[in-house]
Structure formats: C-alpha cells, structure tokens
C-alpha cells in the first residue's frame, strides 16, 4: 500500500488539492481520508474507483501494479509489443515494406505533433479512422462469404462500400489540402506584415 499512497499524495498535489478538499469529493471524513495517505489505511474498493476516476488513472496505476496510468497507455505499450512480434515474424522481404510505410507515417504526423497543428491531427486521425472502419466492415463481408462473394446483392453491397470509402477518403484528402493551403497563406501574410515593417 506505500505505493498507493506515494500515488495518492502526488495525484492530490498535481490537481493542487488540500487533504480536506479530497475529503470532501470522498464525502468521507478529513482524518479517514489522511489514514489512506499517512497511515497505511486500506480504502474500500468503491473508494479506490472514485479516486481512479476523479484523478483519470487506472485502478492499477493508483494501486502501484502499472506504471500506466491510463487504459490508452496500456493499450498503447500491448500494441507496441504486438505489432514489434509480428514485425519481427514476417518474411525479411516484406520488413522494409513495413518500415518505410511506418516511417512515413511517423514523419507526417511528427511533423505536425512539432508544430502543434491541432487542425490537421484532427485530420489524420479522421482520415485513419475512416479507413480502418470501412475497410474492416468490407474485410468482415468477405470473411463472412468465405472469401469468394458469388451472390450478385453482396458484391455490390461490396462495390457500393468501397465507393463509400474512396469518396469519404476523398473528402478528408481535401480538407487535408485546404488545412495546408490555410497555413500557407498564413505564414505567407506573416511574411508580408514582417516585409512591410522592414520597409519602415
């Protein structure tokens, strides 16, 4: 418990709370809630889930058993350990294949993580989502035919959802182009005003 309790005390002082304060949001006693972070007192599970929720952390992460402290951060690492296995099984032809569309799409989206451009993560979030929803409700409607779709209805189900796709991709491809085309006329009137003082 002397973790959760380092835990308990550095959250509190995070959010620049007295011990009363979380008390009151505890509707528990002053001194009931000082013993979980003084003397070792054992709060109830109920309590230890309104602690995690109120502080936005995991159980685990207030109890001391992750360093995680969120579920996306643990998602997070799980998916690095997976995609790293599988990265590591595939046939060496196809790594560099891997590797360079991963590094392409770090570099897009580092670059704009640098710039702090929340316009265009937005982007690339929804550009990404909308291909992974879609065209997983396609793999799953071939799945379901045993991958070979004979009936003439579900092959233009299929025909009509990756037009879907491609005209959905396509919208965001624009607004993607519209983002630059913003920011190029803005660094361009930047330039401009700053041209214009210089001739002062």
């Not at 350990?81 to 799409?105: C, M, T, Y």
């Amino acid at each position: 418990m002397e973790k959760f309790s380092k835990r308990l005390v550095a959250l509190r002082r995070e959010r620049g709370l007295t011990q009363s304060e979380m008390a009151e949001v505890l509707s528990r006693k002053r001194s009931t809630y000082s013993g979980y972070e003084v003397e070792g007192k054992e709060p109830d599970f109920e309590t230890v889930c309104l602690l995690a929720d109120y502080f936005g952390v995991t159980t685990d992460y207030l109890l001391g058993y992750s360093n995680n402290r969120t579920s996306v951060d643990t998602v997070f690492c799980n998916d690095h350990v997976n995609f790293k296995e599988h990265f590591e099984a595939l046939h060496e032809d196809l790594r560099p294949i891997v590797e360079q569309s991963f590094d392409a799409f770090y570099l897009l989206l580092c670059r704009d993580m640098q710039s702090e451009r929340p316009e265009r993560l937005l982007l690339y979030r929804k550009l990404f989502q909308t291909l992974q929803t879609l065209r997983s409700e396609i793999r799953k409607r071939i799945e379901r035919s045993g991958g070979q779709v004979s009936d003439a209805v579900e092959l233009s189900n299929l025909i009509t959802m990756q037009n879907q796709l491609k005209s959905e991709m396509s919208v965001v491809l624009d607004e993607l182009m519209q983002a630059d085309m913003a920011i190029a006329f803005d660094i361009k009137k930047g330039e401009d005003v700053s041209s214009e003082k210089t001739a002062m």
